[in-house]
């Protein structure tokens, strides 16, 4: 059975997931020109930053991973450390891109985006088959439900109002951009 919180945070990784989809296409897309494909990379850099990040990844470590280590979810070296590296591994990457971007290196930031994308389409399999199934065991439906709400709070908080809303209006712009259903 799932929980409140674990289910919104496997709701968020489709998200996460069609957008790296998206990304595929448009990295591989030959249509397009170069100062479009920026224009497109900085968008989904932004999707990235804040909402895989900010929000996503903030509701991990802020709310969820500190209440599995109370509940003897192992830290260092257990399941949640090598998720919280695993996040410092793609801010490093989303760096990266943000750089190549920057210098206008579209090469370079292909590169990036492709390391970045395998660590998270990997990352995103281990929270929802190891770690999120871990939470539902030892997680109450009140503790859940406690996180969830903790969760709401965070995005009214850290991304603002109507950003959510913003983002997914960026999805559907990209998925028509680029042909992904």
Same mark, same amino acid.
């Given at each position: 059975?799932?929980?409140? !919180?674990?289910?919104? =945070?496997?709701?968020e990784h489709d998200?996460?997931?069609?957008?790296?989809?998206?990304?595929?296409?448009? /990295? *591989?897309?030959?249509?397009?020109?170069?100062?479009? /494909? =920026?224009?497109?990379?900085?968008?989904?850099?932004?999707?990235?930053?804040?909402? &895989?990040?900010?929000? #996503? #990844?903030?509701?991990?470590?802020? @709310?969820?991973?500190?209440e599995l280590t109370?509940?003897?979810? %192992?830290?260092?070296?257990?399941?949640?450390?090598? /998720?919280?590296?695993?996040?410092?591994?793609? $801010?490093?990457?989303?760096?990266?891109?943000?750089? &190549?971007?920057?210098?206008?290196?579209?090469?370079?930031?292909? !590169?990036?985006?492709?390391?970045? *994308?395998?660590?998270? $389409?990997? #990352? %995103?399999? +281990?929270?929802?088959?190891?770690?999120?199934?871990?939470?539902?065991?030892?997680?109450?439906?009140? +503790?859940?439900?406690?996180?969830?709400? @903790?969760f709401e709070e965070?995005?009214?908080?850290?991304?603002?109002?109507?950003? #959510?809303?913003?983002?997914?209006?960026? %999805?559907? +712009?990209?998925?028509?951009?680029?042909?992904?259903?």
């Amino acid at each position: 059975m799932m929980g409140k !919180a674990t289910q919104d =945070l496997r709701k968020e990784h489709d998200s996460i997931l069609h957008v790296l989809e998206i990304l595929d296409e448009m /990295m *591989s897309a030959e249509n397009k020109e170069d100062t479009e /494909m =920026l224009q497109y990379y900085r968008e989904i850099v932004y999707f990235l930053k804040t909402f &895989a990040d900010k929000c #996503h #990844h903030g509701k991990d470590e802020n @709310h969820l991973f500190p209440e599995l280590t109370v509940n003897v979810i %192992i830290n260092e070296g257990g399941p949640v450390g090598v /998720m919280l590296h695993e996040h410092g591994v793609g $801010r490093d990457y989303i760096a990266l891109m943000d750089k &190549a971007l920057e210098s206008g290196d579209l090469e370079e930031f292909k !590169a990036a985006a492709k390391s970045y *994308s395998n660590l998270l $389409r990997n #990352h %995103i399999e +281990k929270e929802n088959g190891v770690l999120f199934v871990m939470a539902d065991r030892v997680l109450s439906d009140e +503790k859940q439900d406690e996180l969830f709400e @903790h969760f709401e709070e965070r995005e009214e908080k850290v991304i603002g109002h109507g950003v #959510h809303e913003e983002l997914h209006a960026m %999805i559907d +712009k990209w998925s028509k951009a680029f042909v992904v259903h």
